[in-house]
């Protein structure tokens, strides 16, 4: 019985429209912790380093891309828009 609690099958996070739209990725959070909205560096690369692990960014961002929570009962993201990478103060630490 505790098995179940113990082992979490990952979900789906999905992204709909936007630079991200179709693309899906295996999550193991708990729908309770994920934020509402995520803002995610966009830059040339970005597919390629998503699906490939082993790549490393070597271009520069060229946005940042906000995705919203459809529901807090979904791990489906919806494209609402996007802004510079300027607008954000990135740490490189």
């Known amino acids: 019985?505790?098995?179940?609690?113990?082992h979490r099958e990952p979900a789906l996070l999905t992204f709909v429209g936007g630079p991200l739209d179709g693309y899906q990725e295996?999550?193991?959070t708990p729908l309770?912790?994920?934020?509402?909205v995520l803002g995610i560096l966009i830059s040339p690369d970005i597919v390629k380093m998503l699906t490939n692990p082993h790549?490393?960014?070597e271009t520069v961002p060229t946005s940042l891309a906000f995705y919203e929570?459809?529901?807090?009962?979904?791990?489906?993201?919806?494209?609402?828009g996007s802004?510079?990478?300027e607008a954000v103060e990135l740490d490189d630490h």
């Open 1 to 6: 019985m505790w098995s179940k609690f113990l």
């Open 26 to 28: 295996e999550n193991k």
């Open 32 to 36: 309770a912790q994920m934020p509402e």
């Open 55 to 57: 790549l490393v960014a």
């Open 69 to 80: 929570q459809e529901s807090t009962k979904s791990l489906r993201y919806a494209f609402v």
């Open 83 to 85: 802004t510079g990478p």
